[in-house]
């Protein structure tokens, strides 16, 4: 289910589905697989009235927006069914339809010691200090504590499942919601309102917004609210009517009505694993008969900067709390890039400049290679897309490829093969674009940008000598290694998630293989004692800062030996290599041709390294070399993010 990113008035990023719960239910089967889902997205999250009334009698709260965030996850969690599954309509009791399937209405019980609870926010809220401005936090108090003020109901026991009109009324002592004096036009804030609302801190905007959401979840005046026994009803009373949101909504609770699953085929448990009978040999592209070379590099970062502010500003209502600096903490990412084109025109962009900096036209093109794990275009593949908008009338051979993180040194390998046959210029795409595949799903969203690179690797001239020196790839592991980064991932509303331990886990298994690999490898030029010994810059696959220095650091590298631009571009799979060694040329730690390990690894528990000489001659000038602007301020170039450790290593490879 795609959930892109937007732009609202102020030019600041938007993710609709951080604050505006939808769930795709045509993922879930069953009722145990829906409350699975809203136990880790609401319960497990937020704390209950019991909970907020507890932590206010021991003193724990020590700010205003403490409390506030609080109260706001307890009634998207007292809503948890309500906002993800039906739309709320108040209708006039006798014209409320008895027999039809479609219209439910909500079994409660009186808020257990609710006045209490309530008194208790109401007297705590003033006395705390405000955490960032006391105006706006007393605003969005106002907004939130009119809605937490109100509620009715015990939130506990609450089922998914509504009971019909005709169920309802068969029992007279059933609880459920009169308004009385019923205004159609009571105000609530549209989507415009509530994407474009705005505050300068961050987190007051994502409280700002939650708080927009929740009113809407209650658009009457809630002081007129009562619960009532179903006996009680006159047939001018208004009362609260659920329907299904959507058709996917009425088709899940018919499944779970009938008992009639989807059918699915059962499951085998994955084989204990086996290590191979003999190691794969790294290929020795020396020995090939026809020598590649890179004729040319050119990148294509998204155009849109998303800062951690960003992400706090657009804070879900099942993340926990977090700041702009705890993000580079966990992850070394200060930004991450986003594009607003379609992942094919970005790659499309990637391979002309490419093509236009080698003067190679399509009639030189022999087999066009596409490397991305996240393509929205399967029939006809991207690859095969290019070669039609690149007028290439006839090549060898068009594909996509999927090796997610490990794709530049899988696409790498097959071109060097491809070239044996073509002996003509292949072209190779690394490109990704994960921004609208991410969802409300918290790591992820830290993580992952948009971006691609293209590669023209031709054969040599008569005499010369390659410039990629050694290919290796690699695959499998443990089932739960293969399966720490799925997309789409049904447990997860469909959207792409990481399981972070075990990625930690098969990028240091595979780090430590690939450095066992070149310290048994000679250096080429006859030198240094191993080819790891002739390195002269590591650029590794750029998926967590913070995880990959650490796992280099296990394996006896140090972090000079490293770059990462992950910092200003984000995660971006297949294409963080490519965009990550252009970028080293940018920085000027690669001003001669310079030997480079480039090591990935990711989704699969795939992996791959390249060893090549990296010219900076061969990188496409960018046109727009200040691209990215500011989610903030669209009209205006990014500025460079603060120093990391490019200086350092500046100094280390001068």
Known sequence: ????????????????????????????????????????????KSPSGTDILARIEQGSYATKAELLRDMAMNLFWTNRYAITMYDKVLVRWSDVPRQREDHYLPLLTP???????????REAFPALPAQWDAAVEDS???????????????????????????????????????????????????????????????????????????HNQYPWDRTKTELVRVDELRDDDFVVVFRPRDREVQRFLRRVATGRARPVAPSVPPAESAQPSRPYRPLDVRAMAVQPRILSLSVEPGEMVCSNDDLVRNTAYNWSPMSAASIVQKTGIEQRLYSMSRIEDLALKAARSALDHAGVGPADVGAVIVATCTNDRLMPSIATYLSGELGIYQSHASFDLIAACA????????????????ERPVLVVCVEKFSDKIGNVRPSRMIFGDGAAAILVGPTEAGGTTDIEYLDTYASGPASQVNSIIW??????????????EVKDLAGRYLA??????????????????????????????????????????????????????????????????????????????????????????????????????????????????????????????????????????????
């Not at 789409?488 to 331990?501: A, I, K, Q, S």
């Open 407 to 422: 794709g530049m040194p899988y696409a790498m390998a097959e071109a060097t093969r491809l070239l044996q046959e073509v």
């Open 1 to 44: 289910m795609s959930q892109p990113a937007m732009l609202n008035s102020h030019g600041r990023l938007i993710f609709p589905s951080n604050f505006i719960p939808e769930l795709d239910l045509s993922a879930l089967d069953s009722l145990d697989d829906l409350e699975a889902v809203i136990r880790r997205d609401f319960e497990d």
């Open 488 to 501: 789409p991932n049904p447990e997860f509303d469909n959207n792409l998630t990481v399981y972070g331990p």
């Open 140 to 214: 969005i108090y106002d907004q939130v504590f009119d809605v937490f003020a109100h509620r009715k109901f015990h939130a506990t026991e609450l089922s998914a499942i509504k009971p019909t009109v005709a169920e309802m009324i068969q029992d007279p002592a059933n609880l459920m919601v009169r308004v009385t004096g019923y205004d159609p036009n009571y105000p609530v804030y549209s989507e415009e309102d509530i994407f474009d609302a705005h505050e300068e801190v961050a987190e007051l905007e994502s409280l700002r917004r939650w708080g927009m959401v929740l």
């Open 111 to 121: 808020w257990e010691d609710g006045d209490r609870k309530v008194a208790a926010v």
């Open 513 to 654: 293989q690939m450095l066992d690999d070149l310290k048994n490898l000679p250096d080429p030029d006859g030198e240094a004692a191993t080819l790891l010994d002739s390195i002269e810059l590591i650029v590794p696959h750029q998926a967590n800062k913070t995880m990959v220095t650490d796992l280099a650091l296990k394996a006896g590298l140090t972090p000079e030996q490293l770059y990462f631009n992950i910092d200003r571009v984000g995660n971006t799979s297949s294409a963080s290599i490519p965009l990550a060694i252009y970028d080293a040329v940018q920085d000027g730690l690669i001003t001669r041709p310079t030997r480079v390990f480039a090591p990935g690894f990711g989704a699969g528990a795939v992996a791959g390294y390249a060893v090549m000489r990296i010219d900076p001659a061969v990188m496409a000038p960018r046109v727009d070399s200040a691209a990215a602007t500011h989610a903030d301020h669209p009209e205006a170039p990014a500025e460079p993010s603060a120093a990391t450790t490019v200086d350092n290593m500046a100094a280390a490879f001068a």
